[in-house]
């Protein structure tokens, strides 16, 4: 396969555009669970919220203001094929410069500090969060979320021994959602990274998010745990913004990982109902 030339402002314009659309825009799959949610929760409570937050998006979408004010960590995923030639710049400045215009024309607020001591803002919400994955390719596929604090500091990893039963496994999740409470805006997307190491769990946890809400792990086990989850998840009775209620989460999205013999760890990564992410390949 010959090499192919993507240049680094082709990159930039890319990445603003996916974060000027999602702050903006959520996503369809997003919207119509909580339409079905609203459908069948009992409480009248639950079912405001939720009708709230669909009303919220519309607004968003219409006025082209963002879905919530928290606009978040500028999270960036990619996947660059071995045979793409970044031409004209540097791919991480690039993907800064393209977080630094969405932010900055675009009004969003600004949420990084460039010491977590010192806390000074770097008013330009950069740098990015970035992850890099080479695969085989002339092509990039630019993958973005912006993770809001709120359900970001609801989540938690645990390094579990590999005699670790499955239902010590959804205590932990369980556990974890609980104690996320309302400050994780509930409706949940949790999700989880079983597997690889203390550094890659978190990761496999968070890419999980940029799946379809309607899709299912492909292995048989880890769809069964997914739907197990979600029902004992939602029967809690946390429910919408945790006044009560069936919908504490959308969904819960497994991926997992090659581990060692002496290790089993779990990552949950709580997304809240504002679940902006959005991908692009150029
Ligand atoms: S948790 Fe989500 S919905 Fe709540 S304030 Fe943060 S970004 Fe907004």
């Given at each position: 396969?010959?090499?192919?030339?993507?240049?680094?402002?082709?990159?930039?314009?890319?990445?603003?555009?996916?974060?000027?659309?999602?702050?903006?825009?959520?996503?369809?799959?997003?919207s119509?669970k909580i339409k079905i949610a609203s459908k069948s929760e009992k409480s009248i409570t639950a079912k405001n919220i939720l009708k709230q937050i669909l009303e919220n998006a519309k607004?968003?979408?219409?006025?082209?203001?963002?879905?919530?004010?928290?606009?978040?960590?500028?999270?960036?995923?990619?996947?660059?094929?071995?045979?793409?030639?970044?031409?004209?710049?540097?791919?991480?400045?690039?993907?800064?410069?393209?977080?630094?215009?969405?932010?900055?024309?675009?009004?969003?607020?600004?949420?990084?500090?460039?010491?977590?001591?010192?806390?000074?803002?770097?008013?330009?919400?950069?740098?990015?969060?970035?992850?890099?994955?080479?695969?085989?390719?002339?092509?990039?596929?630019?993958?973005?979320?912006?993770?809001?604090?709120?359900?970001?500091?609801?989540?938690?990893?645990?390094?579990?021994?590999?005699?670790?039963?499955?239902?010590?496994?959804?205590?932990?999740?369980?556990?974890?959602?609980?104690?996320?409470g309302a400050?994780?805006c509930p409706p949940?997307?949790?999700?989880?990274?079983?597997?690889?190491?203390?550094?890659?769990?978190?990761?496999?946890?968070?890419?999980?998010?940029?799946?379809?809400?309607?899709?299912?792990?492909?292995?048989?086990?880890?769809?069964?745990?997914?739907?197990?989850?979600?029902?004992?998840?939602n029967k809690t009775g946390i429910g919408p913004m945790a006044l009560g209620g069936k919908t504490t989460a959308l969904?819960?999205?497994?991926?997992?990982?090659?581990?060692?013999?002496?290790?089993?760890?779990?990552?949950?990564?709580?997304?809240?109902h504002?679940?902006?992410?959005?991908?692009?390949?150029?």
């Amino acid at each position: 396969m010959t090499m192919r030339k993507i240049s680094a402002n082709k990159i930039t314009d890319t990445v603003r555009q996916l974060f000027l659309d999602i702050s903006v825009y959520l996503p369809k799959d997003v919207s119509e669970k909580i339409k079905i949610a609203s459908k069948s929760e009992k409480s009248i409570t639950a079912k405001n919220i939720l009708k709230q937050i669909l009303e919220n998006a519309k607004i968003s979408s219409n006025e082209k203001i963002p879905i919530c004010q928290d606009t978040g960590t500028a999270v960036v995923f990619l996947e660059i094929g071995q045979n793409v030639n970044i031409t004209g710049g540097n791919l991480t400045d690039a993907i800064n410069e393209g977080v630094r215009q969405a932010y900055v024309k675009g009004y969003l607020r600004k949420s990084i500090v460039s010491d977590p001591l010192e806390r000074k803002n770097t008013n330009d919400n950069t740098p990015a969060a970035i992850h890099t994955e080479i695969v085989p390719g002339n092509k990039l596929k630019i993958s973005v979320i912006s993770k809001g604090g709120g359900a970001e500091n609801m989540s938690q990893i645990r390094m579990f021994p590999p005699s670790t039963s499955k239902e010590e496994i959804k205590g932990f999740v369980i556990d974890t959602v609980k104690k996320a409470g309302a400050n994780a805006c509930p409706p949940l997307v949790i999700g989880i990274g079983i597997g690889g190491n203390f550094d890659t769990v978190t990761t496999l946890a968070k890419k999980t998010l940029l799946r379809n809400l309607n899709s299912h792990n492909k292995n048989k086990i880890y769809k069964n745990l997914e739907n197990e989850l979600l029902t004992e998840i939602n029967k809690t009775g946390i429910g919408p913004m945790a006044l009560g209620g069936k919908t504490t989460a959308l969904a819960v999205l497994i991926k997992t990982a090659p581990t060692h013999i002496t290790s089993l760890p779990v990552a949950v990564n709580i997304q809240c109902h504002a679940n902006r992410r959005k991908f692009r390949i150029i």
